[in-house]
T-cell receptor
Framework: GQQVQQSPTSLVLQEGENAELQCNFS?????MQWFYQRPGGSLISVFY???GTKQSGRLTSTTVIKERRSSLHISSSQITDSGTYLC?????????FGQGTILKVYL | DMKVTQMPRYLIKRMGENVLLECGQD?????MYWYRQDPGLGLQLIYI???????SEGDIPKGYRVSRKKREHFSLILDSAKTNQTSVYFC????????????FGEGSRLIVV
């Protein structure tokens, strides 16, 4: 089945710095979803990205299917960006979740 | 309003008691999911439902069963709860016309003592 590896496991940034989160997966796919989970909270979809690059505000997702990787770039990080970011490639009708990257942004 | 609602949000049960976790969605999504989330293990799929009375086991179905009698409602049942079922349970839904995006509920935190 699909195996997912996210890096780094955790990341600490000062407000204003940029973040680069990586997701590597084991089998070919045709899309990738990124989710944000606030501490102790629910998951919110931030990107559904079949391939290529998508941007939404300060967030940019790039998925390269043939290299089996996806990245999430956060520019000019803010304290409210703190939380866990999970990538989830599909495996049939299921999504297989990575362990997540815990991001902490401080003043 | 696109929303997935889980009840109860917090629950403490004794080992051996039955547990009912309920999930509702107002988007008429066909597909619904139950996941559990544990530290170090991430999100694991328990069951998936493709529509009313069309359910399929996920990766960790043992000790759980589900019920979906209406499209908007998906229940997770633990018959005789065990301490290793202490976890946070998330319900999610996805619709054919919602861009393949998964919508999650707020989670139900279950403690089995």
């Amino acid at each position: 089945g699909q195996q997912v590896q996210q890096s780094p496991t955790s990341l600490v940034l000062q407000e204003g710095e940029n973040a680069e989160l990586q997701c590597n997966f084991s089998t070919s796919l045709n899309s990738m979803q990124w989710f944000y989970q606030r501490p102790g909270g629910s998951l919110i979809s931030v990107f559904y990205n079949p391939s290529g690059t998508k941007q939404s505000g300060r967030l940019t997702s790039t998925t390269v299917i043939k290299e089996r990787r996806s990245s999430l770039h956060i520019s000019s990080s803010q304290i409210t960006d703190s939380g866990t970011y999970l990538c989830a490639p599909p495996s049939g009708q299921k999504l297989v979740f990575g362990q997540g990257t815990i991001l902490k942004v401080y003043l | 309003d696109m929303k997935v609602t889980q009840m109860p949000r917090y629950l403490i049960k004794r080992m051996g008691e039955n547990v009912l976790l309920e999930c509702g969605q107002d988007m008429s999504h066909e597909t619904m999911y139950w996941y559990r989330q544990d530290p170090g293990l991430g999100l694991q799929l328990i069951y998936i439902s493709y529509d009313v009375d069309s359910n399929s086991e996920g990766d960790i179905p043992k000790g759980y069963r589900v019920s979906r009698k209406k499209r908007e409602h998906f229940s997770l049942i633990l018959d005789s709860a065990k301490t290793n079922q202490t976890s946070v349970y998330f319900c999610a839904s996805r619709g054919q016309f919602s861009g393949n995006t998964l919508y999650f509920g707020e989670g139900s935190r279950l403690i089995v003592v």
